[in-house]
């Protein structure tokens, strides 16, 4: 399978204004403004194949926006090598930016009065979308969302979730091949994020479509992503498979016993007693004690069953970004 998107050693350094407070700040600002170097990207490398679907994370300022900003054109880096489907993204090139899409849960390209129906014929004319294939692309997206009834309506007159969707339609009119999402679920609630989870599954599975996600929501990763890429002060922390990075940074794992008869009392030893439910107990245990655990739970009474799950991927987030705060108490 071929690569959608190459980076190489991608740096980005901004410059920053330093001024100090008072009269004295703002007349040195004036005649001789100072600046201090900050480093966003700091030697960024991976690839990603087309049709795959990454999660890509980390704590607020490591780097994430800027890495997609790049990616799709908006920035241009300070140094390395970045290409998206062939193209260097900062050129801009028309054909490039008919096969990308940049999504933000934060910012509309709607027009708040008008029904999302207007917008988007809007966008058909700057996309050059056929007549055939807009009707056909409305119609499938729409249902897929469930929103055909309010194709007409005033955007300000939707709801958070359903504004959202329309967003999603008017990003994919054009059948990008590349899509980079920004915080698409972000102030949704449950049900709005169910049913946009289950509308970005569908349509990378039924289009094989590339998509970068940015999400702070973990349930937005560990429903969407199989790969994950960690950034942390610009660079990359960990890239690789999901599973691989909940065993790689939980401490822990999860027991889960079914006592025949009783629960005995000393099960409280053996772990972190999360929960009892009838002769159900589910214990958080220490990886490197989980052997001897098993072995002292079976003979401290008779069960039925025992289980060792690997804990999710919000408690292996937990750890990490622990680790990130203690670091930067130190």
Not at 8 to 34: C, D, T
Not at 104 to 118: C, I, R, V
Not at 209 to 222: A, C, M, P
Not at 278 to 307: H, M, P, T, W, Y
């Amino acid at each position: 399978m071929s690569n959608a998107i190459v980076v190489k050693n991608l740096r980005k350094v901004y410059k920053r204004h330093l001024r100090e407070p008072g009269l004295s700040g703002i007349l040195r600002s004036i005649f001789a403004r100072e600046y201090v170097e900050v480093e966003a990207l700091r030697g960024v490398s991976f690839e990603i194949s087309s049709g795959e679907f990454v999660g890509y994370i980390g704590p607020n300022g490591a780097g994430k926006t800027t890495t997609m900003k790049i990616l799709s054109g908006i920035l241009y880096p300070t140094g390395g090598e970045v290409e998206v489907l062939g193209y260097f993204p900062p050129e801009r090139k028309r054909d490039f930016l008919k096969r990308i899409s940049f999504i933000m849960g934060q910012k509309t390209q709607l027009w708040w009065d008008l029904p999302a129906m207007d917008s988007f014929i809007l966008l058909k004319k700057i996309y050059e979308i056929p007549d055939e294939e807009f009707r056909k692309e409305v119609d499938h997206l729409a249902e897929l969302l469930n929103v055909v009834e309010l194709l007409n309506v005033p955007l300000r007159k939707l709801s958070l979730g359903e504004r959202m969707k329309m967003e999603l339609i008017a990003g994919l009119l054009h059948n990008p091949e590349v899509i980079f999402l920004d915080e698409p679920t972000i102030g949704l609630d449950f049900m709005s994020q169910e049913k946009i989870h289950e509308f970005l599954k569908v349509y990378n599975e039924e289009k094989g479509k590339t998509i970068i996600l940015t999400s702070h929501y973990v349930r937005d990763i560990e429903k969407l992503c199989k790969r994950i890429i960690f950034i942390h002060k610009g660079q990359i922390y960990f890239d690789g498979n999901k599973d691989t990075f909940i065993e790689r940074f939980t401490k822990n794992r999860l027991v889960v016993v079914n006592f025949k008869d009783r629960i005995p009392e000393s099960v409280h030893r053996f772990g972190k007693v999360l929960n009892i439910e009838d002769k159900e107990v589910r214990i958080e245990v220490s990886k490197d004690q989980l052997q001897s655990v098993l072995q002292g739970i079976i003979k401290s009474a008779e069960v039925e069953g025992i289980f060792v799950e690997e804990l999710s991927l919000e408690d292996a987030l937990k750890e990490v970004f622990e680790g990130i705060q203690n670091e930067k108490a130190q």
